[in-house]
């Protein structure tokens, strides 16, 4: 069984920084691409950044300059570094990762889920 696990979310100030964590658990053979969603009240989740197995990133315009997506792939950790935040970046934010188990013909490539955690940006 995989599991993603989040941390590092809360309240702080419009201007402040949060840094986000998410670590992978299980039988994990790979993890491909990682990345990070958030989903505001009454809005779609969307993606914020994302980082590729070989570290290539990409980023939502929104967060372009201001969030930074980082990975450990020793400690199967993604990172989110969020400065300069505004209100506007409240929301929910969801560790995403594809990732493989198994091996032969028991071999499986599927899409996981954070719980995700809370982020308040008050003004």
């Known amino acids: 069984q995989v599991q993603l696990v989040e941390s590092g979310g809360g309240l702080v100030q419009a201007g402040g920084s949060l840094r986000l964590s998410c670590a992978a658990s299980g039988s994990i053979r790979v993890i491909n691409d990682m990345a990070w969603y958030r989903q505001a009240p009454g809005k779609e989740r969307e993606l914020v950044a994302g980082?590729?197995?070989?570290?290539?990133?990409n980023y939502a315009d929104s967060v372009k300059g201001r969030f930074t997506i980082s990975r450990d792939n020793a400690k199967n950790t993604v990172y989110l570094q969020m400065k300069s935040l505004k209100p506007e970046d409240t929301a929910v934010y969801y560790c995403n990762a594809d990732i493989g188990t198994g091996y032969g013909l028991g071999a499986r490539v599927r899409d996981y889920w954070g719980q995700g955690t809370q982020v308040t940006v008050s003004s």
């Open positions: 980082v590729t197995g070989a570290g290539n990133t």
